[in-house]
């Protein structure tokens, strides 16, 4: 089945930088295109960036010049490489998949900016 896990949040300055990781597994990672999304307390769920199967990137305007969207298909993997991060990046950041008529969602990783 369609696995999807989320690592590498935490706690960070504004200013500073994280890496996230979205591990895929249950199919075939490197035909489908690959989605961040985040949430903050409060809000709606929002797209952050995704990445096509032939490696176009696209993303939100909140985020564009400061995250970068990546994927490794050797290791079946999507990467959020995140940059100048401000206090209202604070959310809850998901890899997300469509396959097949449905969502897919990984558990979500935290994300907090603060000094």
């Known amino acids: 089945q369609v696995q999807l896990v989320e690592s590498g949040g935490g706690l960070v300055q504004p200013g500073g930088s994280l890496r996230l990781s979205c591990a895929a597994s249950?199919?075939?990672?490197?035909?489908?295109?690959m989605n961040w999304y985040r949430q903050a307390p409060g809000k709606q769920r929002e797209l952050v960036a995704y990445?096509?199967?032939?490696?176009?990137?696209n993303y939100g305007d909140s985020v564009k010049g400061r995250f970068t969207i990546s994927r490794d298909n050797a290791k079946n993997t999507v990467y959020l490489q995140m940059n100048s991060l401000k206090p209202e990046d604070t959310a809850v950041y998901y890899c997300?998949?469509?396959?097949?008529?449905?969502?897919?969602w990984g558990q979500g990783a935290q994300v907090t900016v603060s000094s």
């Open positions: 997300k998949v469509y396959r097949f008529g449905r969502d897919y």
């Open positions: 990445i096509t199967d032939t490696g176009s990137t």
């Open positions: 249950g199919f075939t990672f490197s035909t489908y295109t």
